[in-house]
C-alpha cells in the first residue's frame, strides 16, 4: 500500500477535508495499519494536488494557510488502478524476532536475557493496549443491525486487526515463559 492511495481513499469518503482533519482521521483509522506522520501526509497532498489527482480550495473564512481538498476523476481513476495491481505479500520483519533468534543461539549462559525479557514485556504492553483499542472498536462497529458492504468490509478490516494483535500477544506471551524456563 501507499501513502497517496490511502489519502485518496480517506478523500473520496470523506470529500472537502483539510490537511488537519485528514492527518487526525488517518491516525484514527487507516492509520492503525498504514502509519503516516502529519508532515508526510501534507507533504503528499502537495504531490497529489501537483500530479492533479486531487484538488484544493482556501477555506475563506480560515486564517492561514487552511485547504480543502477533494479527489478529481484522475485521482478516482488511480484508486482504481491501483485496486487492480497485485500485492506482493510482505515478509515478517521484526527485530524482535531476530533477537530471539540470536537469544536461542547464545543460550541464556552469553546471552543479555533480562533486557530481552524487558524489551518483550514493553512490546507484550504495546500490542495488549492496541488489542483492547480494537476491542472498544468492536463494541461499537460490529453491532450494526443491518450492515451493507461498507460496514461489512470495516469489520472484515477490524477483525483482522483484532487477530493480529491477539497473534502478537499470545506470541510475546510464550515468549516470556519459554525465556524464564530457560533463564531458570
Same mark, same amino acid.
Not at 494483535?165 to 519459554?178: C, D, I, P
Given at each position: 500500500?501507499?501513502?497517496?492511495?490511502?489519502?485518496?481513499?480517506?478523500?473520496?469518503?470523506?470529500?472537502?477535508?483539510?490537511?488537519?482533519?485528514?492527518?487526525?482521521?488517518?491516525?484514527?483509522?487507516?492509520?492503525?495499519?498504514?502509519?503516516?506522520?502529519?508532515?508526510?501526509?501534507?507533504?503528499?497532498?502537495?504531490?497529489?494536488?501537483? *500530479?492533479?489527482?486531487?484538488?484544493?480550495?482556501?477555506?475563506?473564512?480560515?486564517?492561514?494557510?487552511?485547504?480543502?481538498?477533494?479527489?478529481?476523476?484522475?485521482?478516482?481513476?488511480?484508486?482504481?488502478?491501483?485496486?487492480?495491481?497485485?500485492?506482493?505479500?510482505?515478509?515478517?520483519?521484526?527485530?524482535?524476532?531476530?533477537?530471539?533468534?540470536?537469544?536461542?543461539?547464545?543460550?541464556?549462559?552469553?546471552?543479555?536475557?533480562?533486557?530481552?525479557?524487558?524489551?518483550?514485556?514493553?512490546?507484550?504492553? %504495546?500490542?495488549? *493496549?492496541?488489542?483492547? %483499542?480494537?476491542?472498544?472498536?468492536?463494541?461499537?462497529?460490529?453491532?450494526?443491525?443491518?450492515? *451493507?458492504?461498507?460496514?461489512?468490509?470495516?469489520?472484515?478490516?477490524?477483525?483482522?486487526?483484532?487477530?493480529?494483535?491477539?497473534?502478537?500477544?499470545?506470541?510475546?506471551?510464550?515468549?516470556?515463559?519459554?525465556?524464564?524456563?530457560?533463564?531458570?
Amino acid at each position: 500500500m501507499s501513502l497517496p492511495h490511502a489519502l485518496l481513499t480517506a478523500l473520496i469518503e470523506r470529500p472537502h477535508s483539510s490537511g488537519l482533519e485528514l492527518a487526525r482521521r488517518f491516525d484514527k483509522s487507516i492509520g492503525h495499519f498504514w502509519q503516516a506522520s502529519h508532515q508526510q501526509i501534507y507533504r503528499e497532498l502537495g504531490r497529489l494536488e501537483a *500530479d492533479g489527482l486531487i484538488a484544493s480550495e482556501a477555506e475563506a473564512e480560515a486564517r492561514g494557510r487552511k485547504r480543502n481538498y477533494h479527489v478529481l476523476p484522475a485521482g478516482e481513476q488511480a484508486l482504481r488502478d491501483w485496486l487492480g495491481e497485485a500485492d506482493a505479500s510482505t515478509p515478517l520483519r521484526d527485530t524482535l524476532m531476530v533477537k530471539l533468534r540470536a537469544d536461542a543461539v547464545l543460550g541464556p549462559e552469553r546471552s543479555d536475557t533480562p533486557a530481552l525479557i524487558a524489551a518483550i514485556e514493553d512490546r507484550l504492553t %504495546q500490542h495488549r *493496549d492496541k488489542l483492547a %483499542q480494537y476491542e472498544s472498536f468492536a463494541v461499537r462497529d460490529m453491532a450494526h443491525p443491518d450492515p *451493507d458492504r461498507a460496514v461489512r468490509i470495516r469489520q472484515l478490516i477490524l477483525q483482522a486487526g483484532l487477530r493480529h494483535e491477539s497473534g502478537w500477544v499470545e506470541t510475546l506471551e510464550q515468549a516470556l515463559e519459554r525465556l524464564k524456563v530457560q533463564n531458570s
